[in-house]
């Protein structure tokens, strides 16, 4: 497996593969990898890629000062053989002075799907996700991308980018992937405590009560009051449609619910498409 910290090192080896004839697939993380993050590389080798890039990089453009990007969990040791032992083929850990280089001034912003939902709480970080994303794109010269359902938004905006910037690559989205008792994976349950993660439970144990067919408000209500029992704060809880992420009326086939909510000091997220 091949590692690369400089992006013009990066590029010029998958310029080369692809030039070469193989099929290049392209793993975006933040790294502490999990079952989550394998399942996405996993799905890459499922496809028949021949190179799997996988970057490790906590993007500081996608957090807003008050987020967690200094104690966002870091484990490049654990994450290269995560990376090995699943599959991927080069490992890509930049550093943000060689991702962004003095005076950057160039960023991507989506300006529709990203006006609700996470992009309404966290200003600016689809801006920071979309630019780092389209960089990535660039540098690892991909056939195709795997993003995980969870980061369900993300997934939706990053289409419409690869869509209207005529970005030549397809996009796949992978299955959330849940704990035994229902958590989704996230680099970020490593801030829960045991009693925390009990809480947390109630997320996903409230999504998958519902049973389909629920008029929206009902449903939102029904998830909230589940959360607030559980001792959660919540963040937002929408059901949308599922290519506009504009409000739907009805839980209904073509419409996703999703929720975010604090879990003490940890903001989680989750969703299910109907
Ligand atoms: O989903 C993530 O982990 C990040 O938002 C991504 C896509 C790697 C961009 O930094």
Request: aromatic residues 8%; proline residues 4%; positive net charge.
């Amino acid at each position: 497996m091949k590692k690369f910290t400089d992006p013009a090192k990066l590029q010029k080896w998958c310029r080369e593969r692809r030039a070469a004839g193989a099929k290049i697939a392209l793993v975006p993380t933040m790294g502490y990898l999990h079952e989550g993050h394998v399942s996405l590389i996993k799905e890459a080798v499922r496809r028949g890629a021949d190179e799997i890039v996988v970057s490790v990089f906590v993007n500081p453009v996608q957090f807003g000062p008050n987020e967690d990007y200094d104690k966002y969990p870091r484990d490049e040791k654990a994450d290269w053989k995560k990376c090995r032992e699943a599959g991927a083929t080069a490992v890509f850990f930049p550093t943000p002075a060689n991702m962004y280089l003095d005076r950057h001034s160039v960023y991507v912003t989506e300006e529709d799907l990203s006006r609700g939902l996470c992009g309404a709480r966290r200003p600016g970080h689809f801006r920071g996700v979309c630019t780092v994303v389209a960089k990535l794109f660039n540098l690892s010269h991909a056939h195709f991308a795997v993003f995980g359902h969870k980061d369900f938004q993300q997934a939706q905006i990053i289409k419409r980018m690869v869509r209207d910037l005529n970005f030549d690559l397809d996009i796949v989205v992978a299955p959330i992937v849940r704990e035994e008792t229902g958590l989704a994976k996230s680099s970020r349950n490593t801030y829960l405590s045991a009693a925390e993660k009990e809480s947390a439970l109630a997320i996903s144990k409230s999504l998958y009560a519902l049973k389909g067919g629920e008029r929206a408000a009902a449903a939102k209500k029904k998830i909230a009051s589940a959360l607030e029992k559980a001792g959660l704060k919540t963040d937002y809880v929408e059901v949308v449609d599922v290519e506009t992420l504009e409000d739907a009326k009805t839980v209904a086939p073509g419409t996703c619910v999703l929720v975010a909510a604090y879990c003490g000091k940890t903001r989680l997220i989750d969703n299910r498409e109907f």
